[in-house]
T-cell receptor
Framework: GAVVSQHPSWVICKSGTSVKIECRSL??????MFWYRQFPKQSLMLMAT?????????EQGVEKDKFLINHASLTLSTLTVTSAHPEDSSFYIC????????????FGEGSWLTVV | RKEVEQDPGPFNVPEGATVAFNCTYS??????FFWYRQDCRKEPKLLMS???SGNEDGRFTAQLNRASQYISLLIRDSKLSDSATYLC?????????????FGKGTTLSVSS
């Protein structure tokens, strides 16, 4: 079964609204979570690294005020796409790992965001 | 130069064929290496880790050449179920610690 759960799997929102995606580690405490974005026929692009209890570290070119990441507990990280626009439509996927899992990285099922 | 580069696809092969994928990475400080498989509209799933000594898992063989910064994946006796996108993945140090960086992927289509 899944060890990292992501919700929602699909979401359609209107342009200008905000959308929150949750990523939960189910069987372990994830000290670090990663958020990726994947456009059609493109690779997964790392957006940010989220460490529990501290601010996320964003990759170059990713707007931290637009993609708000919160990692308030060892089992939950959230990504909020603020003021979404059609070009934000993409597949967003989180992953989580911990030294206690042998540094294995587990992926969530991903969230398809469509902004209309 | 992109951090992780892979063969452009797609690879279209008949069942039973042997197919090889190549990958190069740019960061010599990269610490660990993987091949992931991604099916259409799904999350990537770990296929196998790649070790310097080379490693095999059934029909799949992975090789790593640190000097050349080159990784390969060989699939023998291809099955229809092997059809997917194969992602070369490298764990690189970054300002947050380390992170998995993905190649663009190579699509494999196995036909009967």
């Amino acid at each position: 079964g899944a060890v990292v759960s992501q919700h929602p799997s699909w979401v359609i929102c209107k342009s200008g609204t905000s959308v929150k995606i949750e990523c939960r580690s189910l069987d372990f405490q994830a000290t670090t979570m990663f958020w990726y974005r994947q456009f059609p026929k493109q690779s997964l692009m790392l957006m940010a690294t989220s460490n529990e209890g501290s601010k996320a570290t964003y990759e170059q070119g990713v707007e931290k005020d637009k993609f708000l990441i919160n990692h308030a507990s060892l089992t939950l990280s959230t990504l909020t796409v603020t003021s979404a626009h059609p070009e934000d439509s993409s597949f967003y996927i989180c992953s989580a790992g911990t030294p206690n899992s042998g540094n294995t990285i587990y992926f969530g099922e991903g969230s398809w965001l469509t902004v209309v | 130069r992109k951090e992780v580069e892979q063969d452009p696809g797609p690879f279209n092969v008949p069942e039973g064929a042997t197919v090889a994928f190549n990958c190069t990475y740019s960061n010599s400080a990269s610490q660990s290496f993987f091949w992931y498989r991604q099916d259409c509209r799904k999350e990537p799933k770990l296929l196998m880790s790649v070790y310097s000594s080379g490693n095999e898992d059934g029909r799949f063989t992975a090789q790593l050449n640190r000097a050349s910064q080159y990784i390969s994946l060989l699939i023998r006796d291809s099955k229809l179920s092997d059809s997917a996108t194969y992602l070369c993945v490298v764990n690189v140090p970054n300002q947050a610690g380390t992170a998995l960086i993905f190649g663009k992927g190579t699509t494999l289509s196995v036909s009967s």
